[in-house]
């Protein structure tokens, strides 16, 4: 199983469906675990009942069916599907409608859902997902990419009712792009990253704006270490291998 894990976190987001399935035929006595703890990258369904799209995940599955934030109703439809109690269901539709407004700013556009689902500590769990197309067919309004995807899952773990609540947030973004033009040439980057994060808040401002406050925090950080890990070191190699016109035509000083 270790090697297993070690060798998803070293796949291309945009493979991992397909290793992911060779594993599952190899190690069907660990399938549950696979499925629990290997990030695949997001898929979208429309929830029929109300015309919205919602993005399907292991946190909002049961059997086959994925259950909709916006109806609470799983498609296909399932009769005895987990569903939320009420007050968290509650909760649950206020931070699909937030989010909505924190993903409209924050990435011009793009698909978001938020799940809720009570833990075993009294407390409960919160998963916020964002799906964002940036190709030049979906909604990359750049149209420089021929494939892009941003795939952002930040799952909140809330601890049991207290004046200082512990909330620990775990993050993983999958990020993949394509470039096919005659002025950057034919491109591919891909990759993923994670990170924790634990903090103990007071609950006098509510869940929402702790896990809020969290969330953009997280994908700050997350974006910082995109932009250096893989951007950053991506165009170190390519101008040490092609260096720029004008470092190529520079003569070293003679000795």
């Known amino acids: 199983m270790e090697a297993a894990m070690g060798l998803m976190r070293r796949i291309p987001p945009k493979h991992t469906e397909t290793a992911l399935s060779a594993l599952l035929s190899l190690m069907p006595n660990h399938s549950s675990d696979l499925l629990a703890q290997v990030d695949q990258p997001l898929q979208v369904l429309c929830d029929v009942e109300c015309g919205k799209e919602f993005i399907l ?114 993050s993983t973004v999958m990020l993949s792009l394509t470039t096919d033009n005659e002025s950057s040439g034919t491109f591919s980057l891909s990759g993923s990253i994670r990170r924790q994060m634990n903090m103990r808040l007071s609950v006098a401002d509510g869940h929402l704006s702790n896990m809020g406050k969290m969330i953009e925090e997280m ?28 470092v190529s035509q520079m003569r070293m000083p003679e000795s």
């Open 57 to 170: 995940c292991e946190y909002n599955r049961d059997a086959d069916s994925y259950r909709s934030p916006w109806s609470n109703i799983y498609h296909p439809p399932l009769e005895d599907g987990s569903l939320p109690s009420l007050r968290l269901r509650e909760l649950e539709v206020e931070a699909n409608d937030i989010f909505a407004i924190y993903r409209d700013q924050y990435y011009e556009g793009g698909i978001s859902s938020v799940y809720m689902w009570e833990d075993d500590n009294e407390g409960f769990v919160a998963c916020f997902l964002i799906k964002k197309d940036g190709s030049k067919t979906g909604q990359g309004r750049r149209g420089y990419l021929e494939e892009g995807a941003w795939d952002a899952i930040h799952v909140i773990e809330v601890g049991p009712e207290e004046e200082n609540n512990n909330y620990r947030l775990t």
């Open 219 to 246: 994908e700050s950080k997350l974006r910082n270490s995109l932009d250096q890990v893989y951007f950053g070191k991506t165009r170190e190699m390519v101008c040490t291998l092609r260096p720029p016109s004008e």
